[in-house]
């Protein structure tokens, strides 16, 4: 299973991106989804996660600009991030849970995974 982060970029204050992670592999689904971000000189946030029931959240600084969402056929997860502020930059990474096909519904395996990180850079 591999994770690909993409879609990062140099963008000006109040501009949009949207973040994607590809999900690839023999996989059931995507069940759980979280992203990340470490700017330079600081420690690893978390910054948004979609939950294994579908709800979805959010660290305060991004509520309201940040969403994040699943696109399951696809097996893709994107942040999209509108109102960018230059304290946003930073590289961000995605997590996912996946769940694994089995012939036990009720137990099928899990496992954890990162994408590489992509870089989003926000100016003034």
């Known amino acids: 299973v591999q994770l690909q982060a993409s879609g990062g970029g140099l963008v000006r204050t109040g501009e949009s991106l949207r973040l994607s992670c590809a999900v690839s592999?023999?996989?059931?689904?995507?069940?759980?989804v979280t992203w990340y971000r470490q700017a330079p000189g600081k420690q690893r946030e978390w910054v948004a996660a979609?939950?294994?029931?579908?709800?979805?959240n959010y660290i305060g600084s991004v509520t309201g600009r940040f969403t994040i969402s699943k696109d399951a056929a696809k097996n893709t997860v994107y942040l999209q991030m509108d109102s960018l502020r230059p304290e946003d930059t930073a590289v961000y990474y995605c997590?996912?849970?996946?769940?694994?096909?089995?012939?036990?519904?009720?137990?099928?395996?899990?496992?954890?995974?990162w994408g590489q990180g992509t870089l989003v850079t926000v100016s003034s």
């Open positions: 997590n996912a849970i996946v769940t694994f096909p089995s012939s036990d519904d009720h137990h099928r395996p899990r496992a954890e995974y």
């Open positions: 592999g023999p996989i059931f689904e995507i069940t759980i």
């Open positions: 979609l939950t294994e029931g579908g709800g979805t």
